[in-house]
């Protein structure tokens, strides 16, 4: 399995098409005349996600549903599975079970303390008055021993009721994968993500910036990678906290380099510095055991399911490939080439990268500007020219990069591999290795 992820340092550089005409040119290398829905095409953009939209092909739930099915794990039944928890320690003391520096009911009393109500649908729930009730008399709560003037609160809610109901609510809780997935015949790849309906706007905006929430997002997200060859990830200009995150699991990344202009190409030797400095930081930090946040949270359930030496071998193994975009001339490259030897230099990282940056392809401009409207986007198989480009991309994904110049090489050497157009039997052996060993 391989893990794709297509960035840019902006929006309007092709990096969705780009990302649909990969996945696309992986589909036919990898084809054995069967259905066999190998490859998965996510668009990351949780604001403004338009692949389903371009390719007219739209699952039956979005990330937007997602979001909601979240909701109801994170804000209802895991706070009232809390609540259910932290309530049955306090009867406990009240009744005298227990005594006040019992383990469990000092947990209790202090997750009591900081426990996060602002998303809890309170008026949804039967106990709902008397959760919101107990939640209001935190700030005169502040010793154990005055847990007790909270009787009369926990009186109103009945435990084995309470339990019932929780256990309804959580057969409902966890998203079902399958209604998340788009296979589209079509195309022979599945599609995951699609549009945010207008009135729903403000509260995903503000549940895709809620910790909590992305920490479920990026498990199911995981779950979804292990049903594919390979996944093709199209990344939101500039990235964000869930993409940052989820760079741990991802085996490579595909830079979309803009040759339009000198400012653009800046852009784009940018964009691969920031990656570099949150690369080189994050590797520090889990080495140091000092990550932090949404990267530690992640990091963790990730060591639970693979282990922590899969993870460490990811993360030193991770690959790092250029694809030119809006390119007219290989006098662009060869400057476009200069331009990043140099800025390596100057922030002493050109020897440390060099044969780790890998050319993996190029598309030429004046093609990718002008089909930008529905399923023209998908233009592989439309155009002889374009679909040797993307080939080309395919060919070096399928063979980890081996088979791609790296920056180290002389401008020669890589202009010449950009230029070839595709070699059946090279590719077609590639694509064997690639089957035979899934």
Not at 194 to 217: D, S, T, W
Not at 251 to 267: M, T
Not at 281 to 309: C, P, S, T, W
Not at 345 to 362: E, F
């Amino acid at each position: 399995m391989s893990i794709i992820s297509v960035v840019g340092p902006k929006g309007g550089i092709g990096k969705t098409t780009l990302s649909i005409n990969t996945t696309a040119a992986l589909t036919r290398a990898l084809s054995s005349g069967k259905n066999t829905n190998r490859i998965c095409l996510v668009d990351l953009d949780l604001r403004l996600p338009t692949i389903t939209s371009l390719l007219d092909s739209h699952p039956s739930k979005t990330f937007y549903d997602l979001f909601e099915c979240l909701d109801n794990k994170t804000y209802q039944v895991d706070f009232l599975q809390n609540i259910y928890q932290l309530a049955t320690w306090f009867q406990s003391y009240i009744d005298e079970d227990i005594q006040e520096d019992h383990a469990k009911l000092v947990d209790a009393f202090r997750h009591y303390q900081s426990m996060n109500t602002s998303l809890f649908h309170s008026s949804e729930f039967k106990f709902g008055d008397a959760i919101q009730e107990l939640m209001i008399q935190r700030s005169e709560i502040k010793s154990v021993p005055q847990i007790r003037t909270l009787e009369p609160v926990l009186k109103k809610i009945n435990l084995r009721e309470f339990r019932g109901l929780l256990e309804e609510m959580d057969k409902s809780a966890s998203p079902a994968m399958d209604e998340y997935i788009n296979y589209i015949e079509e195309y022979g790849f599945s599609i995951l993500g699609g549009e945010v309906p207008i009135l729903g706007k403000r509260a995903h905006r503000k549940r895709i910036n809620e910790p909590e929430f992305l920490l479920r997002f990026l498990e199911f997200i995981d779950g979804v990678f292990q049903n594919f060859e390979h996944v093709i990830v199209d990344t939101p200009a500039g990235g964000v906290n869930h993409m940052s995150s989820l760079m741990n699991v991802i085996d490579q990344v595909l830079f979309v380099f803009d040759l339009s202009n000198n400012i653009a190409i800046n852009g784009s030797i940018d964009a691969i510095h920031s990656f570099i400095d949150y690369y080189e930081e994050f590797q520090a930090d889990y080495a140091k055991g000092q990550l932090l946040g949404l990267d530690r949270a992640h990091v963790n359930r990730i060591i639970m399911k693979k282990g922590k030496g899969d993870l460490h071998q990811s993360i030193k193994n991770k690959k790092l490939g250029i694809v030119f975009n809006r390119c007219q001339s290989n006098q662009e490259i060869e400057t476009a080439l200069s331009m990043m030897r140099d800025y390596l230099t100057t922030l002493d990282k050109y020897h440390q990268y060099k044969s780790r940056i890998q050319i993996v392809g190029m598309v030429p401009h004046h093609k990718v500007i002008n089909i930008t409207n529905n399923r023209k986007t998908l233009f592989y198989n439309m155009d002889v020219g374009l679909s040797e480009r993307m080939d080309l991309v395919a060919k070096g994904i399928l063979s980890e990069n081996s088979v791609c110049p790296s920056l180290a090489d002389d401008d020669k050497t890589i202009i010449s591999y950009l230029n070839k157009f595709k070699k059946p039997q090279l590719f077609d052996r590639l694509t064997k290795v690639a089957s035979s060993a899934n």
